[in-house]
């Protein structure tokens, strides 16, 4: 009774800290304003201004962030436990994945650390200076803002390389037909893309004032929250099966 206990605790919680992970990501970022070139050219005086605007006109900015910031925090650790559960030839893979939203997470902390809660600060200095002799204070807001762009981008592009370890460590040993086949197929797609946007320079100077950010953060939210229901029936023998059952269906 022990071993079943332990074995239902090693497969739901990290379950549940993956799903709790993108509720935060996804629900605290729906309330995030769009900051893109709809501000002004991207890096001028205006688009800073106006960034800084938005800072200081929303009260709940710095607990938004850090809704934003815990998503990733919260699946770098359930990658740990998650990766116990995979197929043991798919162990590179787990490693690999694992080690990511582990770098992933520390470089996302810092980045929403500067967005959420030094960003309002040096915000204020651009309001307080006003228009005309604001100059130094844009100088500190956009380095602050491009740290974190900068940081953000490393960050995602992180998170896509675990995606798509987790997701190609799923397929092993995978009825073609499954739903842990289906969620895998959708990590490899989904993972590749932040790598492919990376590289074409869809993500420069960061991910955050791009075209393709709203759907990239649903992607990577939902995908995180669809891992979270295929997780409880991994075992790594290489079997999907119910939780609570006496023995596994092979895959």
């Known amino acids: 009774m022990h071993d079943q206990t332990r074995s239902r605790l090693d497969g739901w919680l990290p379950a549940f800290l993956l799903v709790a992970g993108s509720a935060l990501f996804l629900g605290a970022g729906r309330h995030h304003p769009q900051i893109n070139a709809s501000l ?13 605007a938005h800072m200081l006109h929303m009260p709940n900015w710095g607990s938004v962030h850090l809704g934003i910031l815990l ?43 500067l967005d ?21 204070a844009i100088r ?48 490899v797609i989904g993972g590749a893309w932040p790598l492919v946007a990376a ?6 100077p960061g991910p955050f004032t791009s075209p393709w950010w709203t759907i990239t953060a649903l992607t990577i939210g939902l995908w995180f929250l669809l891992l979270g229901t295929v997780v409880p029936r991994l075992d ?10 006496a023995e596994p269906v092979h895959a």
Do not use: C
């Not at 990733?72 to 690999?96: E, I, Y």
């Not at 998170?159 to 959708?186: E, F, K, Q």
């Not at 790594?236 to 059952?245: K, L």
């Open 116 to 136: 959420g809660f030094v960003g309002p600060k040096l915000a204020g200095a651009i309001a307080s200076a006003g228009t005309a002799a604001d100059a130094e």
């Open 140 to 187: 500190a807001f956009s380095a602050n803002q491009l740290t974190m762009a900068r940081l953000g981008m490393l960050s995602i592009v992180l998170v896509g390389t675990a995606m798509l370890a987790l997701g190609a460590a799923l397929l092993v040993d995978a009825r073609a037909r499954s739903w842990r086949s289906i969620v895998g197929a959708l990590g």
């Open 71 to 113: 998503g990733p925090v919260l699946w770098a650790l359930a990658a740990s436990g998650a990766a116990r559960l995979l197929p043991r030839r798919t162990t590179s893979l787990g490693d690999v994945a694992r080690s990511a939203l582990l770098l992933a997470a520390g470089l996302w902390s810092v980045a929403f650390v």
């Open 40 to 52: 002004g050219e991207v890096g001028s005086p205006q688009f800073y201004r106006a960034f800084a």
């Open 199 to 204: 590289l074409r320079g869809e993500f420069y």
């Open 236 to 245: 790594p023998r290489g079997a999907d099966h119910p939780v609570g059952s």
